[in-house]
């Protein structure tokens, strides 16, 4: 099962696939150069050295016969053409936002509205505090069918508490669909 983890730039969609992933994941994690001055700014996310440049590769074997297969994609504007190929195939995704920067995630949103694609929020918790979940929920226009969680990326049960979430909207969106 393929599933996306979208974002925007810097909100921890790296570090969400390394946590969870029983493999080492395959990253494609590059050093900014100067060639991104004037294209990408990296004002708002401080500290930030390096990009995804192509997409993350993770597993996670969930029986003999299931296996999730998690592609984490590139936040950066200038990157967002691969998102359409990494959304071919995919059973959902986990949009993956930072509450200090909301407005980031309405292009992951609107992408995988068009493709139809099923998701789930996570809110990336950075450090404590911020806006509730409802508040959330009404800032990004999110519909009461779409699950809404908090997370940490950098902890591996919060990452599999997230994938889990997914999954369970996934069956529950699958049982309603007539065949």
């Not at 296996?67 to 990494?86: I, N, S, T």
Request: proline share 4%; with cysteine.
């Amino acid at each position: 099962m393929k599933i996306v983890i979208v974002g925007g730039f810097g909100v921890g969609k790296t570090t969400m696939v390394g946590a969870v992933s029983e493999i080492r994941p395959l990253s494609t994690e590059e050093v900014m150069t100067e060639a991104s001055v004037g294209i990408d700014d990296p004002s708002r996310v401080r500290d930030k050295t390096t990009t995804t440049v192509a997409f993350d590769f993770g597993r996670i074997t969930v029986s003999d016969s299931s296996v999730l297969y998690l592609f984490g994609a590139p936040g950066q504007e200038r990157f967002w053409f691969v998102w359409d190929q990494l959304f071919a195939g995919s059973l959902g995704a986990v949009v993956l936002v930072d509450t200090r920067r909301l407005e980031d995630s309405f292009y992951s949103i609107d992408r995988l509205e068009h493709h139809n694609m099923p998701f789930v929020v996570a809110v990336n918790r950075f450090s404590e505090g911020g806006p509730s979940l409802d508040a959330v929920r009404t800032a990004l226009d999110l519909s009461p069918g779409i699950p809404l969680v908090d997370c940490d990326a950098r902890e591996r049960q919060s990452c599999k508490h997230v994938l889990i979430t997914l999954v369970e909207h996934l069956t529950r969106l699958y049982e309603r669909t007539p065949v």
